[in-house]
């Protein structure tokens, strides 16, 4: 059955909203109520030690929400209910008055995007014929991207708690849209046991190496991401281009960049998606990866705000060609149509896991940074870098996708 745009924006509305939450809680709202809540000199190591714990807690998540679906043979009651829950942890999360509480709603918040995620991360192979997943990718690609687009505007204009309020109103209209296209009658039911569940993947080679090259990939995005905001505070320190002031705290300068960063990934996504289509994943991939990691040296050697909004928008282009091929590379890759959830929710945990190890660099990124002013944000951009070239060179031996 071919499917028009409406359908494929509705498949991926969910994904929007996913989107929009993860931009602003990741890049503005939680380094913001962190720094807000602890002590200067450990902002960083709090922050560091908030994302690790929380990306614990989340890495069994999509996993096992995806297994139960495919036990089940359910989509929908896993996304709307994981929606509903999303929407109670945001409001917790911005109105937090301690650390400790702000961590209680973080936690929340994982646990409940691994509820619904999990399940409606398997749609795309569930519902979308091969020939037709570079597009469905595509599409997907540039309604997150749109939703960073909103995100990046929403976090530079707005405070914090309307954009909580945002968040959560949007999460809930994106479960709605999304829960429309899936089918009312149940799937097959996979009765395979938990443990034999989780461990088949593991022995398939295509899929070890499409996990591995989404691990790297975002292990060097999240280290870059991650501490942004800070070195917007402790290198750049000012926030002007042409002459002009741009911004005047470090949560609206990393706002604007990433509004640029989503500006160039949707103008690449769905071009990508229809070209991968054509002439396969892998030179997609490989364009993308080392894009990115050849942009992380000039990060480093000029850190002006005018400099970094012109990167900001080469890296978004290249990120949105990653955007649109990595989730058509992993649905072909797949074998078992009664286990796409289960499958799909271990292939998520490439997200989560590098979310623990940049999380995990906070500690370091303080020492080394008091050892020597920016040598810690030295080393940060060039791991990105090159956790970007590796990840984009583990597709080649891949079997299954082209």
Same mark, same amino acid.
């Given at each position: 059955?071919? $499917?028009?745009? /409406? ?16 931009? =602003? ?22 922050? /560091? ?38 929407? +109670? ?5 911005? $109105? ?7 961590? +209680? ?6 646990? #409940? ?20 997943? /570079? ?49 009312? $009658? ?21 899929? =070890? ?6 691990? =790297? ?15 917007? #505070? ?23 960049? /990433? ?53 900001? +928008? ?25 286990? $796409? ?38 080393? +940060? ?22």
């Amino acid at each position: 059955m071919r $499917h028009g745009p /409406g359908w494929f924006l509705s498949l991926s509305a969910y994904w929007f909203a996913t989107s929009f939450k993860w931009f =602003l809680v990741l890049l503005v709202i939680l380094p913001a109520k962190v720094a807000e809540l602890s002590p200067p000199e450990e902002k960083a190591t709090r922050l /560091g030690f908030l994302f690790g714990l929380g990306a614990v807690m989340a890495i069994l998540g999509p996993p096992v929400m995806g297994y139960l679906s495919d036990r089940l043979g359910r989509r929908k009651p896993f996304l709307l209910l994981g929606s509903l829950l999303t929407a +109670l942890a945001l409001f917790l999360l911005v $109105h937090a008055p301690g650390y400790g509480l702000l961590l +209680l709603a973080y936690l929340l918040l994982q646990v #409940a995007d691994d509820l619904s995620t999990g399940p409606y991360s398997a749609l795309i192979p569930d519902l979308v014929p091969r020939g037709n997943r /570079g597009v469905a990718s595509g599409y997907m690609g540039v309604l997150q991207i749109s939703g960073q687009v909103l995100g990046g505007a929403v976090g530079f204009l707005f405070p914090l708690a309307f954009q909580a309020y945002l968040a959560a109103f949007l999460n809930l209209a994106g479960a709605g849209l999304s829960a429309r296209v899936i089918p009312d $009658h149940p799937l097959r039911a996979n009765p395979r046991p938990f443990l034999a569940a989780m461990v088949r993947p593991w022995q398939d080679r295509d899929f =070890l190496l499409v996990y591995l090259t989404r691990f =790297l990939v975002m292990l060097g995005f999240y280290l870059a991401q991650t501490y942004l905001q800070y070195y917007l #505070a402790d290198v750049v320190r000012v926030f002007q281009a042409f002459g002009r002031a741009l911004a005047q705290e470090p949560f609206q300068g990393v706002a604007l960049l /990433g509004l640029l960063i989503s500006l160039g990934a949707a103008l690449a996504s769905v071009p990508a998606g229809r070209a991968s289509d054509r002439w396969g994943r892998k030179p997609l991939i490989y364009l993308s990866g080392v894009g990115l990691g050849l942009l992380m040296p000039f990060i480093l050697l000029f850190p002006h705000y005018d400099a970094l909004l012109f990167l900001a +928008l080469f890296f978004g282009l290249f990120y949105g060609v990653y955007l649109a091929v990595d989730w058509a590379l992993v649905a072909d890759v797949l074998r078992d149509p009664g286990a $796409h959830a289960t499958d799909m929710g271990l292939w998520q945990t490439s997200i989560v896991v590098p979310q623990v190890l940049a999380g995990a660099f906070g500690r370091p990124l303080d020492l080394l940074n008091a050892q020597g002013e920016g040598l810690g944000y030295l080393v +940060l951009f060039l791991l990105a870098g090159t956790f970007f070239l590796l990840g984009a060179f583990l597709v080649a031996p891949i079997r299954r996708a082209r």
